[in-house]
């Protein structure tokens, strides 16, 4: 084979994995619900075992607001590498920090209509708080996976654009153990993880 | 009398309105309590209820009830609460907020701290110290930390420059409280990288003890007599202006108020402090500061009132809302009824019904 010849073999393989691989890659919306004790779960995280897959991407930012002395969302989960937005969208100070096993940060304080990042760039748990106000906590679930969810209050999940397959899950929740578990997942098959 | 009343009808209209509206919509309840000794030989106990969230989509209300009791008056334990020994409303005003295209528009209309300088509680209260520093004590003829306002404060620009400006009368708590009247308070506040500096000027009617308070005098004097005497010696009005400055990075905050005016005709008084407060991640759940402070209040020329304070906090969060608070405090030179040096220690509490 001439050198000539070695990039259009390439362009050759290249786009005929894209055309068959896109063809047999058919993703759906995985739906699911979330129960402990019975009871719907609001507020936990699942996710697929995915670290290698592109997953779906967005351009909109992901935010931890702060507004009303409070963290919102309560429980966010992002993919690990993820930078999230804080902004102080109250008129007194905050001061965001976290010093458990995630990420380990501390932001300082700073006033409303500002905004500060931080970048969760492991998997793993942060516990978040501002250092002002003592009732102000929020968790961010860092996970190694593009596939992944937080419950609404009825316990219930949508993760967007699941290839079909088979796949080792995991849910999280406050004060829980992990639940673990592996499944065929298809558009007919809805996941329902529960802790007793 | 008529504005004070008509005050005090705004804010109850306020409460019902939001306690009315709110039932539908989003709202957190606050309990927070404390308890704490001094080696001052005062203890204090406090109990503060608060009620806040968004009655509609961008209307958010804030409604802060309180009691407190110390075994006598001090500054101990004062940073954040007053100690009335009879529940008082403190914070009860709604607030919307304005985003225009990067810019900052604020409304808060009832009844709110006086946005003068570092002067929201979460500033003083809850970092470690225990005691106002002298600038924000009453007994000590600077600025209080239980001034309120009745009225209306508008906040504009962007985020790293804003105006705040509030028009109202006072609505002091406690036991020194300003007459009533026009009271003006205006601020800037500029955000350069991890520096934020800030400029306020207060215009307002000088404060005075309450009928029957007077022991708290720091002249030591005591008796109705002295309420008469404080009247006529506290004429005119009380002009404050002043600069505080904060710089923070990686967990650790320099910061700093320094404030000039004339609590009276005839009277000056001037003072600062400067905190360095560290919260670096490794430290956890622990804040400590340091704390080096200053007051001066002179009257006709004549020096009345020269202290220096020192101060070393630390506040431990523990477990399911509990934190604890331990302080020592150096008077380097005398200020009335004051020990040289005294231990501040406290427990609080606190949670939150959503």
């Known amino acids: 084979m001439s050198r000539g010849r070695v990039p259009f073999v390439v362009v050759a393989l290249w786009s005929a994995s894209a055309i068959f691989g896109s063809a047999t890659a058919r993703t759906f919306d995985l739906r699911g619900t979330v129960s402990a004790g019975g009871r719907p779960e609001p507020d936990a995280v699942v ?8 997953g779906p ?3 909109k930012p992901v935010v931890l607001d702060q507004r009303s002395l409070g963290f919102f969302p309560r ?3 992002v993919r690990a590498g993820t930078t999230v937005d804080l902004p102080n969208n109250d008129r007194v100070f905050h001061n965001v920090f976290s010093f458990h096993d995630g990420k380990r940060f501390d932001l300082g304080v700073y006033p409303v209509g500002m905004t500060k990042q931080v970048r969760f760039d492991k998997p793993g748990l942060s516990r978040i ?3 002002i106000h003592p009732n102000m906590a929020a968790y961010v679930k860092a996970v190694d996976s593009p596939y992944f969810a937080v419950s609404d209050r009825d316990g219930r999940f949508t993760i967007a654009a699941v290839p079909e397959g088979t796949y080792s899950y995991h849910a999280w929740r406050p004060g829980r153990q992990d639940l673990t578990g592996s499944a065929a997942l298809n558009p007919d098959r809805l996941l329902a993880l529960q802790w007793r | 009398m008529a504005l004070k009343t008509c005050a005090r009808a705004i804010v109850c209209g306020i409460v019902v309105a939001c306690a009315t509206i709110a039932s539908a919509q989003s709202v957190a309840v606050e309990l927070d309590q404390s308890a704490g000794y001094s080696t001052e030989d005062v203890a204090a106990a406090h109990t503060k209820l608060r009620a806040f969230g968004e009655v509609l989509p961008a209307i958010r209300f804030n409604v802060t009830g309180t009691w407190g009791k110390q075994s006598e008056e001090s500054d101990a334990f004062a940073a954040a609460y007053p100690y009335t020994d009879r529940p008082v409303v403190l914070d009860a005003y709604a607030e919307r907020t304005f985003r225009p295209a990067g810019r900052l528009f604020g409304l808060r209309v009832g009844r ?4 003068f300088g570092i002067s929201s509680e979460s500033d003083q209260g809850y970092v470690g110290f225990q005691r106002n520093p002298l600038i924000r004590y ?5 600025l209080s930390s239980t001034f309120f306002e009745h009225g209306a404060n508008v906040m504009f620009g962007a985020p790293r420059a804003s105006l705040e400006a509030s028009l109202g009368a006072p609505g002091d708590v406690g036991e020194h409280t300003r007459s009533t009247g026009l009271d003006t308070v205006l601020r800037g506040q500029i955000v350069a990288g991890a520096v934020i500096v800030g400029a306020s000027y207060i215009d307002t009617r000088p404060h005075l003890p309450r009928a029957g308070a007077d022991s708290a005098s720091p002249f030591g004097a005591a008796g109705g007599e002295v309420e008469v005497e404080a009247r006529e010696v506290a004429p005119g009005r009380a002009t404050f202006g002043g600069i505080d400055v904060r710089w923070m990075r990686g967990g650790v905050q320099l910061r700093g108020e320094f404030i000039a ?12 402090y400067v905190d360095l407060i560290v919260h670096r991640p490794f430290m956890g759940p622990i804040t400590t500061a340091l704390r080096a402070e200053q007051l001066t209040h002179t009257d006709a020329g004549v020096l009345m009132l020269q202290g220096e304070r020192y101060t070393a906090a630390t506040r431990v969060r523990l477990p399911h809302g509990f934190a604890a608070h331990v302080e020592i405090v150096h008077n380097s030179r005398a200020l009335p009824e004051r ?6 220690m406290a427990l609080s509490y606190s949670v939150r019904l959503e």
């Open chain 1, 47 to 54: 996710w697929l075992d995915a670290p290698d897959a592109d």
């Open chain 1, 57 to 59: 991407r967005s351009d």
């Open chain 1, 75 to 77: 429980v966010l989960a």
């Open chain 1, 129 to 131: 708080f501002c250092n």
């Open chain 2, 112 to 115: 709110y701290r006086t946005p």
């Open chain 2, 138 to 142: 009453d007994d000590f003829f600077a």
């Open chain 2, 261 to 272: 005016g004339r609590p009276f005709d005839g009277a000056r008084t001037r003072g600062g």
């Open chain 2, 339 to 344: 020990r040289a040096t005294a231990v501040d």
